[in-house]
């Protein structure tokens, strides 16, 4: 079992920066591909962006290309979400994963094994 807990979040205004952080415990942290998703309300969950275990090699959606970074401090079994140039529509409650390399689309919620309980980002505008 590996588990996540989500930090971080919290209320900021538009355009303002917010990080998340993602601890990770149990069984070791290593060969784990690491994902971050969101769920606004009345909303499906979305694929933010994921970083590999292997190569440390990251992909993004296009709605947060270039606005956030995903980064893993594997000594800490850390994951972070550094969200800039925040918009009211990134209103979310924000979830890490983590998922044992598979041959399942990084998109898919069913490439992960372990999800975090979450942590509501609220941007106003």
């Known amino acids: 079992q590996v588990q996540l807990v989500e930090s971080g979040g919290g209320l900021v205004q538009a355009g303002g920066s917010l990080s998340l952080s993602c601890a990770a415990s149990g069984r070791t942290f290593s060969g784990y591909d690491m994902a971050w998703f969101r769920q606004a309300p009345g909303k499906e969950r979305e694929f933010l962006g994921i970083?590999?275990?292997?190569?440390?090699?990251?992909y993004y959606s296009d709605s947060v290309k270039g606005r956030f970074t995903i980064s893993r401090d594997n000594a800490k079994n850390t994951v972070y979400l550094q969200m800039n140039s925040l918009k009211p529509e990134d209103t979310a409650v924000y979830y890490c994963a983590a998922g044992w390399p598979k041959s399942v689309n990084y998109y898919s919620l069913k490439r992960y094994d372990y999800w975090g309980q979450g942590t509501q980002v609220t941007v106003s505008s």
């Open positions: 970083i590999m275990w292997s190569g440390g090699r990251t």
